[in-house]
């Protein structure tokens, strides 16, 4: 399933990112593209409000990679920005958290390319402009879902 | 009191050892800005396996040039958070297990705080002071009661401030760290460009991720810019959104010193407008040496003396 929308503002990306999250179940893992300055954590602060977390104590997590929040799902939010190569996913705790049934939302996942299991939510954000943002958002089919536990079992992909 | 104290949290290892919160006998630090350099930013597998390589040979060389044995050590403390988590469990095991060893207590120590407390070996300040944290991972404002006493009154809700200056840097072609050719980059402006002064209105919560955009949205829109413009008006933006901030908190909180620490404060120009600042305010500034303003272990040993030991006048002294 793909949707595309367009925002007019950081508030109205928030809201379509609550909207997101609350059809969310657990399990999920979300990549979220888009350049420096396009509003990915902005994106992420919906996803929090809308799993309960308050979006103020969404934080950009380049710096430590990971930040976590727990609200109606836990919330696991990576950033790869700093990470190099795709074998560097191996040192951050990204197979634990993909086990643990929250929401795992990644920024930069360009940068664990090759290394990310099936099913993805696939999230993109295109400036338009100072103010708008196209925003697609790509669902997998089911059958792939049902792969995507599979992969998050055995974690093959992620092995070093 | 002799502590040893350990700093792990990021690119550096460090280890010292200070005695009674005031005399430095040693002060060890391995930098991995190196290896970073050629990464273009931390790398957190690198960064534990570098720590784990280098906090032995830092906790020797410090005995030997302290000339004092293991044994003397009456406290081990190391920064448990927050930081990179690989990072931090590199110095809080070695610290833990040496503390077991020499049967000696082990204190984990907020590197925040620590931070705070990195100007107290050359004087404690008049207190309340406010406490200004600005790094690549933090940028957080604190009430500082007493040595002892921080109370956290804001932090940023998106960028720290120096994570804004390497993205900068990276989208001005600039090398990591990127503070240092920045800054060297903003002496050449000739017509520094004006950005909105960043932060949240009527809150003691930083944000930078908008000035980031601005700079981004500037530069796309004026191919033609010259870079040192945008690097000297993006500084100074960054420095007016701090004072903004500092002048919020100081409405709320009448305080008599500020307390700074955080590798963002190695910028001249920031220290330079800090200084002013606090001079047009009638405040007392605490701007640590550039050495004790970046990660190190001095300030994580003084941060544990002052949780063992009240001050003089506290009358909580045993």
Known sequence: MKIKKITASPGKTRALAAELAGKLKGGEIISLAGPLGAGKTVFVQGLARGLGIPEKEVRSPSFVILNEYSGRLPLFHFDFYRLRTAAELASVPFRERLAQKGVVVMEWPERAAGLLPAGLIRVEIKVLDRARREIRIEKPAPAQKRRLSTAARKSGALKR | ?318
């Not at chain 2, 120009?269 to 001095?298: C, H, K, M, T």
Request: aromatic fraction near 8%; charged fraction near 20%.
């Open chain 2, 1 to 318: 009191m002799l502590v040893l104290g350990i700093e792990s949290s990021c690119d550096e290892t460090a280890v010292a050892l200070v005695a009674d919160g005031r005399r430095v006998l040693a002060a060890e630090v391995a930098s991995q800005e190196e290896v970073h350099a050629r990464y273009g930013g931390v790398v957190p597998e690198l960064a534990s396996r570098r720590h784990l390589e280098s906090i032995l040979p830092l906790y020797l060389l410090c005995l030997e040039k302290s000339g004092r044995a293991a044994t003397a050590i009456d406290l081990v403390a190391a920064t448990v958070r927050p930081g990179l988590s690989g990072s931090l469990l590199v110095g809080e095991a070695f610290g833990r297990a040496l503390a077991a060893g020499l049967e000696k207590p082990f204190l984990g120590i907020d590197h925040l705080e620590a931070h705070l407390s990195a100007s107290f070996p050359e004087g404690l300040p008049d207190f309340p002071a406010l406490g200004l944290v600005v790094s690549g991972g933090h940028s957080s404002l604190f009430l500082v009661n007493a040595p002892d006493d921080f109370r956290l009154l804001g932090q940023t809700r998106d960028d720290a401030a120096g994570e804004v200056f390497d993205k900068i840097a990276r989208v001005l072609d600039l090398p990591y760290p990127g503070g240092p050719p920045l800054e060297r980059l903003a002496l050449q402006a000739r017509k520094p460009v004006r950005f909105p002064k960043p932060g949240v209105r009527n809150s003691l919560d930083f944000s930078f991720s908008g000035l980031k955009t601005a700079v981004i949205y500037y530069l796309q829109e004026h191919p033609e810019a010259g870079a040192a413009d945008v690097a000297a008006g993006f500084q100074a933006a960054v420095a007016e959104g701090l004072i903004n901030k500092l002048d919020y908190a100081l409405g709320r909180f009448p305080v008599k010193s500020v307390l700074t620490g955080g590798g963002v404060l190695a910028n001249r120009f920031l220290r330079a407008r800090l200084e002013a600042w606090a001079q047009g305010r009638g405040l007392r500034l605490y701007v640590p040496g550039i050495e004790r303003s970046l990660d190190n272990a001095v300030m994580v040993a003084v941060r544990a003396f002052y949780r063992q030991t009240p001050p003089p006048g506290s009358g909580r002294r045993r």
